[in-house]
């Protein structure tokens, strides 16, 4: 489990500015396979089996969401889930969007 993982989502209040290119360089250092699009969000596509597999692994996501209070964007097809992260209150990136994504990495691996 990286770093990240063990960390906990921190609720954000709107009052910190989303993350410049060299904090989102540093910590997309420590995840694997994630992009960052325009600065603004995480995303990562899984790819499974087949269907079931995916749907599965989309309602794990699902529950460590609802966990840490931190909800992405998932988009499921067959034998695919594409997740999109960001904090939605400031409309970038902040750490705790990191965290989920090594969260959510750790699950895969599981």
């Not at 209040?13 to 910590?27: C, K, M, Q, T, Y």
């Not at 079931?52 to 988009?75: C, M, Q, R, W, Y």
Request: aromatic share 10%.
């Amino acid at each position: 489990m990286s770093d990240l993982a063990s960390k906990t989502c921190v609720p954000c209040r709107g009052d910190v500015p989303a993350f410049e290119s060299d904090a989102i360089a540093a910590l997309l250092g420590q995840l694997d396979g994630w992009t960052v699009a325009n600065g603004h969000d995480l995303n990562k596509t899984y790819s499974f089996p087949d269907f079931a597999s995916a749907l599965a692994f989309t309602n794990k996501v699902g529950a460590i969401a609802e966990t840490e209070g931190h909800h992405p964007d998932i988009f499921l097809t067959w034998g695919k889930v594409g997740i999109r992260i960001w904090t939605h209150k400031i409309d970038g990136l902040t750490e705790s969007d990191f965290v989920l994504a090594a969260k959510i990495d750790a699950l895969s691996r599981a």
